[in-house]
């Protein structure tokens, strides 16, 4: 089991720009696919993006498309979403996510999940 620790959630007006950071407690985080969910009240949990273990590879949310940016540190064991133009139907609970060798877009392909962070935007 991996445990996944979120920050940098908070509130921000549309368009402007918000980087969160998942930091995992792992060893072997190389071979860790990470990804990021967020839930809206209401809504099902939904993928934003996620960085494959080995290789790197990254996808994303056809609505994040252009607009957020998955990253990862892997000396630091850390993986960021950077997230600009913000609009308010971005406002959700942000989770990081992670599953051991493979992993892709649903929420059953990840073992292991963070307690969330909240994005809130205002018009």
């Known amino acids: 089991q991996v445990t996944l620790v979120e920050s940098g959630g908070g509130l921000v007006q549309a368009g402007d720009s918000l980087r969160l950071s998942c930091t995992a407690s792992?060893?072997?985080?190389?071979?860790?696919?990470m990804a990021w969910f967020r839930q809206a009240p209401g809504k099902e949990r939904e993928f934003i993006a996620f960085?494959?273990?080995?290789?790197?590879?990254?996808d994303y949310a056809d609505f994040v498309k252009g607009r957020f940016t998955i990253s990862r540190d892997i000396t630091k064991r850390t993986v960021d979403l950077q997230m600009n133009n913000l609009q308010p139907d971005d406002t959700a609970v942000y989770y990081c996510?992670?599953?051991?060798?493979?992993?892709?877009?649903?929420?059953?392909?990840?073992?292991?999940w963070g307690q969330g962070t909240q994005v809130t935007v205002s018009s």
């Open positions: 792992v060893r072997n985080f190389y071979w860790y696919t």
């Open positions: 996510a992670a599953a051991r060798g493979g992993g892709e877009y649903g929420t059953g392909d990840y073992e292991s």
């Open positions: 960085i494959s273990g080995s290789s790197g590879r990254t």
